[in-house]
Structure formats: C-alpha cells, structure tokens
C-alpha cells in the first residue's frame, strides 16, 4: 500500500541529512497518514488520510 494520502494525494519529501560536519545522505520525511473512516456519498468508507486534510475536513464538516 503506498504512502499517499486518499484524499488530497500528498505523499512524503525527501531531502538531505546533514550531520556536524554537513555530509549529506539521502532520507525521506514519511506523510502523517491515519486511518479513518469518512463518508462518501452517504456511505461509511476507511481511508488513509492525512492528519492535515483529516483536521481540514473535520473543521468543515463544522461549519
């Protein structure tokens, strides 16, 4: 299963690791997935989503 949010599609970046003496290795920062269940078209359905879009959603459903 990939590491993609179901929802807004973000997926994890990647950069450098820079130790003391700033040698650079590769690394990967993972996106904060969650599985949670939203409804789509009236139907409850489990997805992996963001924390961010997750809290986006919620504040919406809010309103």
């Known amino acids: 299963m990939p590491r993609k949010c179901s929802v807004s599609g973000k997926t994890g970046m990647t950069g450098n690791k820079r130790s003391h003496s700033l040698h650079a290795t590769r690394r990967k920062w993972n996106v ?8 789509v078209d009236g139907k409850p359905k489990r997805v ?14 809010a309103r």
Do not use: D, G, P, V
């Open 32 to 39: 904060n997935l969650q599985n949670a269940t939203i409804m």
């Open 48 to 61: 992996r989503i963001s924390a961010r879009a997750l809290k986006s959603l919620k504040a919406q459903e």
